[in-house]
């Protein structure tokens, strides 16, 4: 079946600018997550949505940071004013069950790799 | 403070040769520990995952990871490596404790495989 997509793939900006990044989780599941991959960082978790429930940001290194997910399902990550460190593959992730699955695997999108310049 | 350590950042290994890449959690509560595999520009394929019972996990690709409580150690194995195995792989932990982020994913740094032929 069809996993998480990501879009763009790729997304050139200049320091600054508004970015939008968007995921598509796997049909029916419910929870998703952003993560973040950089070079000095690592792999850092953002945010989480759960359902309606309201979402969990405790991960967002700033206020330009923003996400949300419409109708349960697509999810858009705003960075506003971005700047040179915000350069990194924004991964966006998606698990089947809610609040019972802790242990349900995350499945992966391809990511988007913003470079800000 | 969770966290998840992979001690080496590079492994290499002759095709055919067993192959372990290794990772040590500090996680509260009974953690779930997961092994994931990223190809050059690709977003994070999931292996295997322990979640409990035996603490020896199969999982795809041939890989099987062993859990150890008592050293907190989750490494990855492979009783014969392939040159198709080279990639990135990743150890990651949930946090088991009640309350806490539901499955928010823990990451270490990352282990390089290379198998040479």
């Known amino acids: 079946g069809a996993g998480v997509s990501q879009s763009p793939s790729n997304k050139v900006t200049e320091k600054g600018k508004d970015v939008e990044l968007r995921c598509d989780p796997i049909s029916g599941h419910t929870a998703l997550y952003w993560y973040r991959q950089s070079l000095g960082q690592g792999l850092e978790f953002l945010i989480y949505?759960?359902?309606?429930?309201?979402?969990?940001k405790s991960g967002l290194p700033s206020d330009r940071f923003s996400a949300e997910r419409t109708g349960g399902s697509v999810s858009t990550l705003t960075i506003q004013r971005t700047q040179q460190e915000d350069s990194a593959v924004y991964l966006c992730?998606?698990?089947?069950?809610?609040?019972?699955?802790?242990?349900?695997?995350?499945?992966f999108g391809p990511g988007t790799r913003l470079t800000v310049l | 403070a969770q966290s998840v350590a992979q001690p080496e950042d590079q492994v290499n290994v002759a095709e055919g040769n067993p192959l372990t890449v290794k990772c040590t959690y500090s996680?509260?509560?009974?953690?779930?520990l997961f092994w994931y595999v990223q190809y050059p520009n690709r977003g994070l394929q999931f292996l295997l995952k322990?979640?409990?019972?035996?603490?020896l996990v199969k999982g795809s690709y041939g890989f099987e990871a062993e859990f150890n409580k008592s050293q907190t150690s989750f490494h990855l194995k492979k009783p014969s490596a392939l040159v198709s195995d080279s990639a990135l792989y990743f150890c990651a932990a949930t946090d088991g404790r009640r309350g806490s982020t539901l499955g928010r994913l823990y990451f270490g740094r990352g282990t390089q495989l290379t198998v040479w032929p």
């Open positions: 949505f759960q359902g309606n429930s309201a979402p969990d």
């Open positions: 322990y979640i409990t019972g035996d603490n």
């Open positions: 996680v509260s509560g009974n953690p779930y």
């Open positions: 992730a998606s698990r089947l069950k809610g609040l019972a699955g802790r242990t349900d695997t995350q499945y």
